[in-house]
């Protein structure tokens, strides 16, 4: 009910239009709305509310026959196919009813436009009711760093030219930016229990997984301005136990699974953007808050923007009290953090350099050609002479470097590896080093192998023309004379007690059995970096009387793989 129209008033109007139409009634409505200062279809409204309708529905239906329920759906199902994510369902029932007819799944002109419509109303699914979100379940973190969620954005109307963002309010507004020209391409982080959060500007053509993982770094590194540490007002820093992220190629690429999953962290591909609306939001806010400064004054460069975004942030998370726990974002994410085993800080101790050389896809097999060449990722490679044609090889890349990929020695681990370069072929695919034939086709240089095999059969021809070799009549006199046991004489070989191996999960299990109590979050990490797939009674030992002793949350450790 408006609050400038009272109930008696209207059920006076009702009373008094009873009996009349036309415009007649027209006139008294139009009366009673100007009286009274509101608008004809909230009057309608309110009307309606009380039980008096003004014209009944120009839709209500009609039907000729009896219409199976089954058939209607299938009608349904037709006008369902033309959904459009941002207009919903785009077809009339005119069409969809016109398709069935046509069809032969009902009879033509047995169920009119108006009817069909109706039972959609019935059933609460008419194309606007359709378009309605579907109910939001709020979810529940346990603390900060359980749960971060990412999202990129493009920094609307802003692109970069010679390495400096420049403002062009033509760009995506009345067209999109042209292929392969950098973007300025904005990410933010946010801690789901918290509300703190981190944003990191990167310059790409595009939602890259190199543009990703940088964006990921400086958000769980610890910041700083200017070199110097912001710590203190700012604590905000580590890697979550979950990484909520939307369905991006760069979120579902390989080398991010395998990346987040060496820094133990879960990634939690979500299917909407509802299911993260708190980053979602988040770069709305930040667009007006922070980028509506930006044509008053303009970064000369990307790292200046990034300092500006980061001293935005450390006000705005050490003041802006969060709505849903009524506290500044960066004292609560402080309070809380290391109180629960899913909360403890686990932070990133390496340069960005250093991250770089372990963000390496996962061990690819390629096999060497004849030409002691590989294929990779639609790229051919020429592998050093020590891999020989027929051989496996485990191909790695990282986001940062390619095409450039690094080849070892397959299933070996801790083989040194190689770094190679694509060959450049010609338009005939042919390599533009390989020597063209009748012009300058010289034999290629012999391997090592070759030059080995070369020496071995020219040394051994030599060597046996030379040489009286003893090759038979000798063997017998080189075996020591053995004791033989007189009758009785039990006789038994000397065994050494072997040392017995437990696998891993059985090593935790003796561990907990031992220590008598369930392990917290740290004591499992500490397992996790010390035993191997085979542990040693000693090494058990050895982890249960540290364990006793004490073991707290650790900093992650990170292998230096070679640098690209």
Known sequence: MSAKVSTEAVRELAARMDGTSGRTRAAIKRDFSSAYGCSASTLSRVLTDIGVRSHARADAGTRRKEVDEEVLRQIAAIQRSSLSLRKGVVMPAEDALNIAEDSGLVERGLVAPEYYNAWLRDHEASRREQMNPAPHTELRSLGPNHVHQVDFSVAVNWKVFQGRPEYEHLIYKNKLPTTGVPRLLRLILVDHATGCFAVHYTCSTGETVA???????????EK??????????????????????DRGSANQAGVTQAVVERLGVQLNICEGARSKGTVEVSHRWWEEHFESRLRLKRPENVEQLNEWATDFAVRLCA???????GAARSSMWAWHINRRPETQLRELRCSFEQF?????????????????????RAQKYRVPEQFLPGEYVAVQYSPFAFPQILVRAADVPTAPAFLCEPVLLDEFGFATTAPIIGQQYRAQKKTGTARFVDEADRTAKEFVEAQELKVFGHHRHAIDPVDVPTAGTEVLPAT?????FRTKVQARQEVIERVGRQLSQAEKDFLNTTFGEQVSDAEIASAVSEILTGVTARVLSFPIGAAL
Request: aromatic fraction near 10%.
């Open 224 to 245: 700083s301005i200017g070199g110097e540490s912001v710590k203190a007002a700012y604590p905000f820093r580590g890697v979550p136990q979950i990484l909520m992220a």
């Open 356 to 376: 770089k050389a372990i963000a390496l896809s996962e061990p690819a097999k390629a096999l060497v050609h004849g030409n002691r060449v590989v294929k990779f």
């Open 319 to 325: 003041l802006k009290v969060h709505s849903r726990h």
């Open 496 to 500: 050494e007690a072997a040392e017995t």
């Open 211 to 221: 543009a990703l993982l940088e964006g990921l770094y400086f958000a769980w590194a």
